[in-house]
C-alpha cells in the first residue's frame, strides 16, 4: 500500500465516480446524488478546494491501483476537516479506510498541527458513523440542511476527536 497527496483534479474525479454514487445509492435519491456529486466534484469546485480552502487530497493505492482517498481541509487554528473518505466498493473492508484515517493523524503530527480537532461530516444514516465511532470520533452535533432550493435536506452528524 502506497499513500500520496495528489492535486490531480482528473484522478480524484475518476476515483469520486467510482464511490461517490454507489456510498449514497441507498440514501439518496439518484438525482439528489448527481446533484451533490456535482457540487463537490465539479472542476470547478476541486479547484476551489485546492487553492482557496487548501484541502489536501490524498490517495491510497494498492498494486499501483488508486482504491481510496480523503481530504483534510484547515478551518482555523488547530482544527481540521477530514472530508471525502471514501473507499472503491470492491475494496471495502481491506482497512484501508481505517488505514486513512491513521495517515491523517500522523500527517497531522508530523505537519506540527497537534493538539488539535480533527472533525468531519457524516450522513445519519450512513453505515460509516459506526466506523468513525469506532476509529473514537464522537458525536457533537447534528442538523438537517436544506439545499438545492428545498428539494431535499441533507441530515448529518458532526463528529470529532482530538489528536
Aim: net charge negative; with cysteine; glycine share 6%.
Amino acid at each position: 500500500m502506497h499513500i500520496f497527496e495528489t492535486q490531480d483534479i482528473s484522478l480524484i474525479q475518476q476515483l469520486a465516480g467510482a464511490c461517490y454514487m454507489e456510498a449514497y445509492r441507498e440514501i439518496h435519491t439518484e438525482e439528489q446524488n448527481r446533484f451533490s456529486f456535482h457540487e463537490m466534484y465539479s472542476t470547478e469546485s476541486l479547484t476551489h478546494q485546492l487553492n482557496e480552502q487548501h484541502s489536501r487530497f490524498f490517495v491510497l493505492s494498492d498494486h499501483d491501483m488508486p482504491q481510496a482517498y480523503m481530504a483534510l481541509c484547515p478551518l482555523g487554528k488547530g482544527h481540521w476537516l477530514l472530508d471525502k473518505l471514501y473507499v472503491v466498493p470492491q475494496k471495502k473492508g481491506y482497512g484501508y479506510g481505517r488505514t486513512l484515517v491513521e495517515h491523517a493523524l500522523e500527517w497531522l503530527r508530523e505537519a506540527g498541527e497537534t493538539p488539535c480537532r480533527l472533525s468531519l461530516k457524516v450522513n445519519r444514516r450512513n453505515a460509516a458513523v459506526a466506523f468513525y465511532q469506532h476509529l473514537g470520533f464522537r458525536v457533537t452535533d447534528q442538523w438537517d440542511i436544506v439545499i438545492a432550493d428545498g428539494r431535499w435536506t441533507m441530515d448529518g452528524y458532526d463528529m470529532e476527536r482530538e489528536v
